[in-house]
Structure formats: structure tokens, C-alpha cells
């Protein structure tokens, strides 16, 4: 009565209703048919059987439907359908003809139905049914048992007729139950293998989306007409854009009013159909930085060798530079230091000698006026080339830290104490401590944590020039890390400044040497630590020395290495 290709061994619900919508339909057609043929042929036959099928159909039907939503088992429910049409047919058969009527052939409609939705067993199970319906009737009609609603002859048919007709159709039914019962497990068996197929895509490409999201390095595809396709989160971090903005953009359109050389770079392999390994090249993004990036270009073939697009992975190299720069700071420095040390030897050695002479002829020498205070002059220089020269041998050769558990507030009390003692001091500055919600107690070197506490806490009352507050606070991190800051009202750091605080022999104080910062963040490096410097939004400066906490073996790593430069 109706026919659906079903996806797999049990049907969907979707599927059910679509079979039997289209079966009220064929039922309504094939009954119409009926109808009309018996009253253009017999206009005294009564209709009333075929119009009490008809209805018997819709019931069939519509009582399957509402059962199937009340939890009907769907297979029984199916079997039970599939038999009740047989015998609807049969009926249809029986008021159209009998076993001469053209309707016989409705019985092949109810096979496929049974095989596209019960597959072969089904098929071949209602062909059987159909069968013995049609082979019975026409045993019942040869031996006068039953008539037909509408006569065709001059009495029942003879016994060969039969005999062919009755062969004909069991022949007809069951090859069509076999093949279309072949065909729906076909189709059930491709069905499957489709939405295996089907699932693998769906999570190869999720894999994908989730390799590509988390991928370090950003990722661009471009197809062979320059369409932008894929822009993973990391491209678009480094590059500024939102995937949104550009994805289905040309690639000149997207990239080139900014990033000409990175649009021109992908246009070019498009083209040539090239790929480049990993090259450098420099790039502006929308904020008007300059970025620079390591890239490298693939081109996307098919099987056949046909270029379907362009793949662009890159990094962005700014880490790196600062890195190289860092190095090349560094070597110079180291150089520079190893060879500055040499000299400040050779000179300390005669200023000792000039400047234990200048002190003699100042106390035998009976000296006035300009004579004295040129006298003084030259001692006090001579002074300071010794202390310039003491802070610069201090900063190349500072010796490995010695690490122990020391408590930051207690080592604040001696530095305190020996701020208050420091002449360069001013009495009129004011100094409050505060240490968080208990004692911070980290390893570190404790006379060279004091040196570096006391030389930020220096030049913070020199900056606030005799009046304000110095603010000191200690806190500890949620991973171990110590962080002690410094808080001054002074005027803060000058934008120039900023950028060679921590520079050897800077300065901005008249007459220092600009080896303090230096020295104290080396220390501080020493540890595996860093200071910190800004602009506080309610005026004056603040320093922050921040000391982690170290494992056995990097502390022996960083041992060693302050070893191997002390040795220099």
C-alpha cells in the first residue's frame, strides 16, 4: 500500500509517518480507481464494500499511528499492518473482478512496503501472504464458492486460466518481495556505512577545530581563488583581526591595507604554486604595532596533484627578539665587564697611591683659600673615583648568593635601621611598614637582599627630597613567590628613565655613580627574581622585588652560573 527506502533495520518514526501518509494516499487512489471502473462498468453494482475499505484503511492507519505514539512495539505493529492490507487488497480484488482484475497487482505495492520496511523477511513473508490470498480466492472463485462483485465472464474461470494466472502472480510476488527486500538491505547496509562515514567526519572534524584552537601557532587557509577559509584563535591573536570580519574576504582585501607583505607573501605562493620554508618578515597590525613573524607557506593539493589552496602557519618572533636581544645585552656586557674589571684594577692600585699622597700634603702642608679648597676638591674627587670603581668591581664580580630561610620582616628591621642612620637620609621623611597577613620567610642570600632593600629605600627618600611617606609592604603569592614593594611620594619616573633604570652608570641623582639600580637588580636576577618599576596613579614611584621560589636543582643551576661569571 505505500513505499519507503528505510536507512537502517528498524525505521524511524519520521519514516513511519511519511509510509503512511503516502499509503492513505495510494489507498485512496487505487479505491477511487475501483470505484469508478464498477460504475462505468456496472452501473447496478453497489460501491458500498469499496467505500467501507477505503475507511477500514484509514482506521488501519491512523489506529497504527496513535498506537505507535502510545509505545506500540513497532515490528508486531508493522506485520499486523502489512497483514491487514493484504486482506484489504484481496477485498479490493474481489469488488474490482476477481482473480481477472487489473487490482491484483496492489498486492505487489504492500510487498515492497513490507520489504523496504521489515527487509527481506518481510518482503517475502507478505509475498507468501499475498500469494495464498490471491491462490485461495481463485480456488474459491473456480468452485463457485465465492463471485466477484463485478462479473467479467460467463462464469468462473477454467482451471488452466486459473493455474496461469495464480503461477504469474506467486512468480511476480516473490520476486518482487526478494529483490525489493535485497534492494532495502542494500540500502540499509549503505545507509549505515554513510552515517559511519558521516559520524567519522563529524569527529575528525572537531579534532581538527580542537588541534587547530589549541595550536601555539597561528593558522591561516586560503583557497585557490585567494578566499579567506580558516583563521585559527591564535592567528587571530597575533595578528589583531577577528575571524569573523575577514572569513570569505580575498586576501589582498583582508590583509593588504595593513600587512601588505603578508597578503603579498600567500598571493605570491597562490601563483607560483611554491611553498616557502620558515623565512622572517615584518608586518603592522591594526594598533600600529610592528610585529614580526616566522612563516611558513604549504601549498593544499588533491589527489590528483590540482592545487586546492594555500596553508600559512606562523609565530609571532617578538618573545624571541627581546630574547636575542637580551643574549647580545648581555654578552656585551659580560665583555665589556671582564675588560673594565681588568682596568679598574690597574687604576685602583695607583689612586690608592695618589690619593694616600693628596692626604699627606693636605695634613703637613699648612694651606688657605683657594689653595685649601682645591686641596679639598682633589680629596674628595679621589673619594669618589675610589667608591665609583669599589661599586663597579662589586657589580661585575658579584659572587654567587649564598641562600638561606631568612624572614622578609626581619631583614625590613635591619634595613630600616640602617636607613635611619644614613646621612644621605632626610629626618622629615616617614616610614611605614606593613606586612600582609602574616611573615613572609623565603631563601635568599640575606646581605644582599639587605643591600638591595636598602638601596631602593635610599633612593626612595632622596626622590621625595626630605618630606613625604615611604611606604614598605610585604606579601606572599599563592605560589610561594615573595614580593616586597616600595611606595614613595616623589615625582615618579621620568618616561626617559623608564627605558635605563637598571642600565650600569645611569643616573639622574648629581653625583652618582649609576651602578645602585644595577647592582641591585643583578642581585635580584641572581635569585631568579625581578624588580618591577612604574608610576603610581596617585604620584610618586614604586619598586616591587619579586623573589620565587626555587627548586635544589635551579638554585644549583643558578649557582653555577654566577660562579662561572665571578671567575671571569
Known amino acids: 500500500m505505500g513505499f519507503l527506502a528505510s536507512q537502517g533495520t528498524a525505521p524511524s518514526a519520521r519514516s513511519i509517518t511519511t509510509f503512511l501518509g503516502l499509503r492513505a494516499i495510494i489507498l485512496t487512489l487505487i479505491v477511487g480507481a475501483g470505484i469508478m471502473i464498477v460504475q462505468l462498468t456496472q452501473v447496478s453494482v453497489d460501491v458500498g464494500p469499496l467505500y467501507v475499505l477505503l475507511l477500514l484503511g484509514y482506521a488501519v492507519g491512523g489506529a ?135 559520524t ?53 582585501a583582508a590583509f593588504d591595507p595593513l600587512m601588505p607583505e603578508f597578503a603579498c607573501e600567500i598571493l605570491r605562493a597562490l601563483e607560483t604554486e611554491q611553498g616557502k620554508l620558515r623565512h622572517e618578515i615584518t608586518v603592522k597590525r591594526h594598533n600600529g604595532s610592528h610585529l614580526p613573524l616566522g612563516l611558513s607557506i604549504s601549498i593544499l593539493k588533491d589527489d590528483g596533484g590540482i592545487k586546492r589552496g594555500v596553508i600559512a602557519i606562523f609565530k609571532d618572533l617578538t618573545d624571541v627578539r627581546e630574547m636575542e636581544e637580551r643574549m647580545r645585552k648581555a ?10 674589571a681588568g682596568i679598574a684594577h690597574e687604576i685602583r692600585n695607583p ?78 621623611v616617614e616610614t611605614e611598614v606593613r606586612c600582609g597577613s602574616g611573615d613572609v620567610v623565603v631563601e635568599f642570600d640575606e646581605e644582599q637582599m639587605k643591600q638591595v632593600m636598602l638601596n631602593l629605600a635610599i633612593n626612595a627618600c ?49 653625583g652618582g655613580t649609576g651602578l645602585g639600580l644595577a647592582i641591585a637588580n643583578k642581585i635580584v636576577e641572581a635569585h631568579g627574581g625581578r624588580i618591577e618599576a612604574r608610576n603610581r596613579a596617585d604620584g610618586g614611584a614604586e619598586f616591587s622585588v619579586v623573589i620565587p621560589a626555587r627548586t635544589s636543582e635551579e638554585r644549583e643551576s643558578v649557582t653555577e652560573e654566577l660562579s662561572s661569571v665571578g671567575s671571569r
Open 64 to 198: 497504527l499511528f496513535f498506537g505507535l505514539k502510545l509505545g506500540l512495539p513497532l515490528v508486531p505493529a508493522l506485520w499486523t499492518l502489512m497483514i491487514i492490507d493484504v486482506l484489504i487488497e484481496t477485498g479490493i480484488v474481489h469488488c474490482s473482478g476477481g482473480v481477472t482484475s487489473q487490482f491484483s497487482l496492489v498486492f505487489g505495492l504492500s510487498i515492497i512496503a513490507a520489504a523496504m520496511l521489515l527487509q527481506i523477511h518481510g518482503g517475502l513473508g507478505i509475498a507468501l501472504l499475498a500469494s495464498l490470498c490471491y491462490t485461495g480466492y481463485g480456488v474459491l472463485e473456480a468452485g463457485g464458492i465465492l463471485s466477484p462483485a463485478v462479473q467479467k465472464g460467463l462464469g468462473p474461470p477454467a482451471a488452466a486460466t486459473l493455474f496461469i494466472r495464480a503461477y504469474l502472480h506467486v512468480s511476480v510476488f516473490f520476486v518482487v518481495g526478494a529483490v525489493a527486500g535485497y534492494l532495502a538491505q542494500r540500502a540499509g547496509h549503505k545507509g549505515r556505512q554513510l552515517e559511519h562515514a558521516r
Open 462 to 510: 632622596e626622590a621625595m627630597r626630605g618630606s613625604g611617606k615611604l611606604v614598605i609592604e610585604t606579601k606572599k603569592t599563592a605560589d610561594g613567590q615573595a614580593r616586597v614593594v616600595f611606595q614613595d611620594e616623589g615625582p615618579g619616573i621620568g618616561d626617559e628613565a623608564r627605558a635605563h633604570l637598571f642600565e650600569p652608570f645611569f643616573t639622574t641623582k648629581e
Open 331 to 340: 654578552d656585551r656586557l659580560a665583555a665589556i665587564g671582564e675588560l673594565s
Open 351 to 428: 689612586l690608592a697611591s695618589i690619593s694616600g699622597s693628596i692626604e699627606m700634603l693636605y695634613n703637613e702642608l699648612e694651606l688657605s683659600g683657594d689653595d685649601r679648597r682645591l686641596m679639598q676638591l682633589v680629596m674628595q674627587e679621589s673619594d669618589r673615583l675610589n667608591r665609583i670603581i669599589n661599586d663597579f668591581l662589586e657589580f661585575a664580580r658579584l659572587r654567587p648568593p649564598k641562600r638561606q630561610t631568612v624572614s622578609v620582616a626581619k631583614c625590613l628591621d635591619e634595613v630600616l635601621m640602617l636607613l635611619g642612620n644614613d646621612p644621605a637620609v632626610k629626618k622629615g
Open 200 to 252: 567519522k567526519l563529524k569527529q575528525l572534524k572537531v579534532d581538527t577545530d580542537r588541534i587547530l584552537e589549541h595550536m601555539s601557532s597561528g593558522v591561516l587557509v586560503v583557497d585557490s581563488k585567494g578566499r579567506i577559509l580558516t583563521v585559527n584563535p591564535t592567528a587571530e591573536q597575533i595578528l589583531g583581526v577577528d575571524k569573523n570580519d575577514i572569513a570569505g574576504l580575498q586576501v589582498e
